[in-house]
């Protein structure tokens, strides 16, 4: 099954939990190399397609990092949250849209936010095994098994 197979099937695992959603957001917070990396992993999908709002250039501070259409009415929007301390006062305003937050790289303040939102970050590790952030299969294993997780 191709990476993009693999997320066309989100749509039926959203749908059933939340028949009348427009978007899933997953946010996946990790060092803003590895947000870099990630980002050229989806946009080689075919299914993915920039965001309308380009990426700040310089900052690391959270931003849609690529959004795909499930079908008509409903898109899942991947957010990048670069562990970057310097704008971690950000962090829980970006997060609280999310879904599903998954935490590829540790963080202690990362887990401040997300308690202040009141949710807990999922871990990679655990969601794809031997996760590579510039493999799309490996990308879209992550990126379905934290869409059935997600809250909707």
Do not use: Y
Request: proline share 9%; hydrophobic share 45%; with cysteine.
């Amino acid at each position: 099954m191709s990476s993009s197979d693999k997320l066309k099937g989100v749509r039926d695992v959203v749908r059933s939990r939340a028949p009348g959603a427009s978007r899933l957001t997953i946010a996946l917070c990790a060092t803003p190399e590895r947000i870099a990396l990630l980002t050229r992993a989806m946009l080689r999908m075919g299914s993915f397609r920039p965001p309308p709002e380009a990426a700040p250039r310089g900052a690391s501070i959270p931003h849609a990092l690529a959004i795909m259409p499930l079908d008509d009415e409903l898109d899942l929007e991947v957010l990048g949250v670069p562990l970057d301390e310097t704008f971690a006062p950000m962090w829980p305003l970006a997060l609280c849209r999310a879904n599903s937050i998954v935490r590829l790289d540790p963080s202690g303040t990362l887990d401040e936010a997300c308690s202040i939102i009141g949710m807990a970050p999922l871990e990679g590790g655990e969601l794809a095994p031997g996760f590579t952030e510039d493999d799309e299969d490996a990308v879209a294993t992550l990126l379905r098994a934290a869409a059935e997780r997600a809250k909707v």
